[in-house]
Structure formats: C-alpha cells, structure tokens
Antibody, heavy 124, light 107 residues
Framework: QLQLQESGPGLVKPSETLSLTCTVS??????????WGWVRQPPGKGLEWIGS???????YYNPSLKSRVSISGDTSKNQFSLKLISVTAADTAVYYC????????????????WGQGTLVTVSS | DIQMTQSPSSVSASVGDRVTITCRAS??????LIWYQQKPGKAPQPLIY???HLQNGVPSRFSGSGSGTDFTLTIRGLQPEDFATYYC?????????FGGGTKVETK
C-alpha cells in the first residue's frame, strides 16, 4: 500500500528556510506516470498547490512561490524534499506531500494519495 | 491562473438530505475537475475525477456533473460520515488551483 510521510522541523524562524522531506513507501518515485509534490493549507483556510517534481528532473512551481521554492528528489532513498526560503508568518501551514498523476488519462493531475500532513509554524 | 469559485462556503444539512455544491472555473476547463473530501485533521481524499467519474471505493450517493466552467457535486442521502469540507480542483493546467471549500455542517 502506497504511503507518504512528511518529516522536518515544526517551527521555523522568520527569514529562514523551511525544509521538509517526504518518504515514500509502497511505490517508486521513479515512475514515468507520476509527479511528486507538495500542497499546503494555512490553519482554517483552503488548499494551495506548491509544486511538483518528476524523477526525470522536471519541476513545476506555483508562480506565487516560484522565486522561493525548490523541490528535489533522491531516488536512492525514495524520498523527495521541499525547500522554501525567506519564510514569513504567511507560510505557516500544514504541508502535505502527495503523488500527482501526470496529465494523461481521465484521472490526469489527480492528487492521490496524500501524506498525513505536518504543521510548520513560522515564528521567532 | 485559473480561479475556482465554490458555493456555498457552508451548508447546514441533516442526515438523509440531498446536498448540492457548485464550483465555477474562470475559464473553460472541459471536464478537468476533481472533487475532494476533507475531514478535520485529515488530508483531503479524492471523490470524483474528470468531473463525473467516481473514485474507487466512493459510495454511489456521491455524484458529479458539469463541463466547461460550471460543475456540481451532489450527495444524495447524506450520511453522518459525510459531514466534512469539500474542495474542487481544476486539473486542466498548471498551476493546479482549488476552490475555497464548502463545509457541510449538521443542521
């Protein structure tokens, strides 16, 4: 059964870098048909797609975050990671890692499954 | 970016009711529309993809319809486990964008 698990600090200081890792079990991140990405949700608010990474090296980022975000993968560890620089309180959110179907087929760009999420608070 | 607008933002309903949630896209997305259900403290779970295709394991009381810019999620015979927040997501183009959510609450 495919499972994703986020890990990383739950508290980050303003202006510093948020770093999270997602460990995948039950599937390989070296799949042609799937991207691996991040979605965040500020407390009590809606969902925001951050970006996606493909093992081929392709990456796509939300333009609203593009200047501050990077997503990379380590196929030897079956993990992928998120880095968000220069964080502010507005970056406080639950961060979910997820598998994202590529654009082909009826279920194109479906986000499934999701990790359980990890709350990252930006505060001094 | 494609903007997704959901309405209502919340709805009060009772077990057995029929609930309808709408989602409007700012431009034509054909049927590239996915619905998710999120329960408190949990990650969203997909319910419907391609506007009307039920995800495996999702009860048939859930249904989706629409194409172009206007979409609907309907729950027929609301069950206690259906009280949750529902989000639509456009899958037509990047960046992926979501509606603001509809909370289905107990009347």
């Amino acid at each position: 059964q495919l499972q994703l698990q986020e890990s990383g600090p739950g508290l980050v200081k303003p202006s510093e870098t948020l770093s999270l890792t997602c460990t995948v079990s039950g599937d390989s991140i070296s799949s042609d048909f799937y991207y691996w990405g991040w979605v965040r949700q500020p407390p009590g608010k809606g969902l925001e797609w951050i970006g996606s990474w493909h093992y081929s090296g392709s990456t796509y980022y939300n333009p609203s975050l593009k200047s501050r975000v990077s997503i990379s993968g380590d196929t030897s560890k079956n993990q992928f990671s998120l880095k968000l620089i220069s964080v502010t309180a507005a970056d406080t959110a639950v961060y979910y890692c997820a598998r994202i179907k590529d654009s082909s087929g009826w279920d194109g760009r479906r986000i499934d499954p999701w990790g359980q999420g990890t709350l990252v608070t930006v505060s001094s | 970016d494609i903007q997704m607008t959901q309405s209502p933002s919340s709805v009060s309903a009772s077990v057995g009711d029929r609930v309808t949630i709408t989602c409007r896209a700012s431009q034509d997305i054909s049927t590239w529309l996915i619905w998710y259900q999120q329960k408190p403290g949990k990650a969203p779970q997909p319910l419907i993809y391609a506007a009307s295709h039920l995800q495996n394991g999702v009860p048939s009381r859930f249904s989706g319809s629409g194409s172009g810019t206007d979409f609907t999620l309907t729950i027929r015979g609301l069950q206690p486990e259906d009280f949750a927040t529902y989000y639509c997501q456009q899958a037509n183009s990047l960046p992926l964008t979501f509606g603001g959510g509809t909370k289905v609450e107990t009347k």
